[in-house]
């Protein structure tokens, strides 16, 4: 629960090892999963390591295929959809990860998926962990989250929110 709050990504859940990705959808850079920031002296510094000139190149031309961003599903449209199922929508703290398909506004282009779904009792608001198109990861980006309720796939609203999704202000003694 703290790790999707707290936007960390877990391996085999909300990214594959490029090792074992059976194709290139499976394959992530550092960039789309969001961790842009270990290069961003990219340019003025001379270490090397393998791979720097395709971050430099994927940096520059701006051609990530994914940006990570988190994902408030809106509650008052998820208690409606469940109630018209006739269902107490239910708040269950375990995360649940698959993918959930993540359209645009007007229900017609999928722009992404959710990879780990859970609600939050700091935010009192479901929220996810979602891989979306840059077009779309612009912070309070209204989009529908594909849900299974009672066997029947419902679309539910829900807005982009930059990670991480729960961050306290840091008290000392």
């Not at 790790?3 to 074992?20: H, K, N, P, Q, T």
């Not at 051609?63 to 599903?73: F, K, Q």
Request: net charge neutral; glycine share 8%.
């Amino acid at each position: 629960m703290l790790r999707i709050e707290a936007g960390l990504l877990l391996l085999e859940a909300d990214f594959d090892s490029s090792r074992y990705a059976w194709n290139d959808a499976h394959r992530s850079t550092p960039i789309e999963l969001g961790w842009s920031w270990m290069f961003r002296g990219l340019k003025g510094d001379g270490r090397a390591f393998i791979g720097r000139r395709a971050l430099e190149r994927e940096i520059a031309g701006k051609t990530s295929r994914w940006a990570m961003r988190g994902l408030v599903v809106d509650w008052e449209d998820y208690d409606c959809v469940y109630d018209k199922a006739g269902l107490i929508p239910p708040r269950d703290h375990t995360p649940v990860v698959e993918d959930w398909m993540v359209y645009d506004d007007g229900h017609r282009n999928r722009i992404g998926y959710a990879t780990s779904l859970m609600y939050s009792p700091m935010l009192q608001r479901h929220i996810a962990l979602a891989r979306v198109r840059p077009g779309s990861a612009e912070p309070g980006t209204r989009v529908k989250v594909e849900l299974t309720v009672d066997h029947h796939y419902e679309q539910v609203a829900a807005h982009v929110a930059r990670l991480p999704l729960y961050n306290p202000e840091r008290k000392t003694a």
